[in-house]
């Protein structure tokens, strides 16, 4: 008989929730700033800094590390709301271990399943140190900055806006000792790269239709993320799986910087476009990405975004694709082939893309748009079961 997996819909609604706090919302913003954007930002900035340690430095970094100590804190973020900065670190300065035993509290029925929960009490209690803590601070701060920079040049005289830029600037300048800060500060092919990303913040999904929260495309790719990460877990996936799925997640529609999201009906229906619009969408990705990278960024962008959602594995750097979920699983799930269950991820694309439109229908923001996609993903992934896990009854929780 398959299984319940153990992600409950009251994590999946919080991201929701992180979709809906503002964030500056003291500050006259020229664009609206959400902490899911803000999150999704921040591990996209933190994969280039990783990365950037590796190539210059030969430094391994543990990715599965990074990526928990990343959710530790995004979930943490989600229940303690919209404290403002300053605030909240004086808060954790005095109060660190009070506020752990809140967040943890509040995330228990959640979170408790997972074997990692323990990890996350010791890490929320006592932050440890270390290089992946370095990095997830650097992008922290750095992806706020980003923000701050634009809301600084929109009105630079509101009152205490040059005090809060100094204070940004001042934590960003304590992380140049990182090789990827340093890349981002002085190159701007770099920085520009890390505002190409941030751009996927003002893209809108479902843009035909209103909806509440009206989530961004880099918000999408997180939830897709974060999913998939915690689905592995279910399945089976080895560790190397576990992390290629979180960033394929995260990166999977990155060619949609260069073309807009264009919607599903039309790449459906209208014949040929859908794989002429890959075709344009890959000479983008080389044209402005890939000639601005190193070359361990430039093969995981074409590994995670070409074919996205195709099974594959990689041997002896030559990227093989297999027809089945299970012959991958079967006889590919194993570290060293760094595998990629596609069909597997094509279904947290669409828990993704069900709960955007299931959440605002329950909100009261409906249209037939969002109706029938919803159906229309339920139809086909509502009872769906991957390596025995029963990944449709997620779905079904919605209805």
């Not at 990405?289 to 041997?315: H, M």
């Amino acid at each position: 008989m398959p299984f319940k997996p153990r992600i409950k819909s009251s994590l999946l609604r919080r991201f929701f929730v992180a979709a809906s706090i503002r964030r500056w919302n003291d500050q006259a913003c020229p664009v609206e700033f959400v902490e899911l954007d803000k999150q999704a930002h921040k591990i996209v900035i933190a994969y280039l800094l990783a990365r950037y340690e590796e190539q210059e430095k030969g430094i391994e970094i543990d990715w599965e590390k990074l990526i928990l100590y990343f959710c530790f804190e995004f979930f943490a973020r989600i229940v303690l709301t919209d404290i403002k900065p300053p605030v909240f670190h004086e808060l954790q300065r005095h109060h660190r271990a009070e506020l752990a035993y809140y967040v943890i509290d509040n995330l228990k029925h959640e979170l408790q399943d997972y074997e990692f929960f323990k990890l996350m009490k010791d890490y929320l209690h006592s932050q440890p140190t270390g290089l992946e803590v370095e990095i997830l601070r650097a992008a922290h701060y750095y992806a706020s900055k980003w923000e701050f920079d634009i809301i600084y040049h929109f009105n630079p005289y509101m009152y205490d806006v040059d005090n809060i830029k100094k204070i940004i600037d001042n934590e960003v300048e304590e992380h140049y000792h990182l090789c990827g800060i340093q890349k981002i500060v002085m190159f701007k092919n770099v920085n520009e790269l890390v505002t190409m990303f941030g751009q996927l913040r003002f893209q809108k999904r479902w843009s035909q239709t209103p909806r509440v929260p009206a989530t961004s495309v880099l918000g999408h790719t997180l939830m897709v993320a974060v999913s998939a990460y915690l689905l592995s877990l279910d399945i089976g996936a080895c560790k190397q799986m576990r992390i290629n799925h979180f960033l394929c997640g995260l990166f999977h529609d990155l060619p949609e910087i260069l073309t807009r999201d264009i919607i599903s009906p039309i790449k459906r229906n209208v014949a040929g476009l859908d794989e002429h619009i890959k075709k344009i969408e890959e000479k983008a990705v080389e044209t402005k990405i890939l000639s601005i990278v190193p070359p361990n960024i430039a093969q995981d962008i074409i590994y995670f975004t070409q074919n996205e959602f195709s099974n594959r594995y990689q041997l002896e750097c030559f990227n093989r694709v297999v027809s089945s979920g299970d012959e991958l699983m079967d006889c590919f799930n194993s570290d060293e082939y760094s595998p990629v269950y596609g069909e597997f991820l094509k279904i947290c694309d669409n828990l993704s893309a069900f709960l955007e439109a299931r959440i605002s229908i329950g909100h009261g923001i409906s249209s037939l748009e969002l109706c029938d996609g919803a159906q229309n993903i339920l139809d086909k992934c509502g009872k769906s079961i991957i390596r025995g896990v029963d990944i449709g009854a997620i779905f079904r929780d919605f209805v």
